[in-house]
Structures are given as C-alpha cells and as structure tokens.
C-alpha cells in the first residue's frame, strides 16, 4: 500500500520561501514519477512539476520555473519541493503525487489523471 504524506506548508509573506516534504512509503520508487500539484477552491489541480526517481531528472510547469525546486532524498524516501520568492498566486492547498512504472518522458506526466496515488495535501497560504 503506497502512502503518501505532506508536510510544510504554511502561511508566508510575499517574496519569503517555504520547503514541502512528501513522504513516500509502500514500496520501492525507483521506477516512479513524482509529482506535486496545487490546488484552489473552485479551480482543476494544476501541475507544478515533477521529478523521475531513479536519476532526478525535472520538469517544471512555467508559473513557478526559476522558483520552484524539486528534489529527493533516497535514503528518507522523501520527495521536496523547495518553494523561493512566494507569490499571493502560489496560495493553495499542495497535493505530493505517484506514478507507478513512469517511463514516458518528464512532460508526459504533467496531468493529474495519471498519477495512481496521492497524498491528503498541505496548505500554503502567501500573504501580500
């Protein structure tokens, strides 16, 4: 049984940085994309970027390049998502994702549908 868990978020000022953790357990994850999302009240989740497990390798959507940083840490089974220069637009609720046996290319897995499993997601708020 996958598990996913976020932590981190929080409430920011404008121009401050957060750091996202996503801890995955369950299985092996070496063969696994790793996604994070967001998500506003009425809106789709939105794809905020990805990183492919075995070599981590990225791939960012174009609203938080430059700020935004995924990385991981095998040996803690952690995915993270360092979060630079906040913007009141970055105000969501975070989602860690999992695709299982991802061997398509990085801008391939940038739609929530297919991704099998999900954490329960983290607030983070940025204040003007």
């Known amino acids: 049984q996958v598990q996913l868990v976020e932590s981190g978020g929080g409430l920011v000022q404008a121009g401050g940085s957060l750091r996202l953790s996503c801890a995955a357990s369950?299985?092996?994850?070496?063969?696994?994309?790793m996604g994070w999302f967001r998500q506003t009240p009425g809106k789709d989740r939105e794809f905020v970027g990805n990183i492919r497990w075995s070599d981590s390798g990225t791939y960012y959507a174009d609203s938080v390049k430059g700020r935004f940083t995924i990385s991981r840490d095998n040996a803690k089974n952690t995915v993270y998502v360092q979060m630079n220069n906040l913007k009141p637009e970055d105000t969501a609720v975070y989602y860690c994702a999992a695709k299982g046996s991802g061997f398509r290319g990085a801008t391939y897995y940038t739609e929530s549908w297919k991704y099998d499993y999900w954490g329960q997601g983290t607030q983070v708020t940025v204040s003007s």
């Open positions: 369950g299985r092996s994850f070496s063969s696994y994309y």
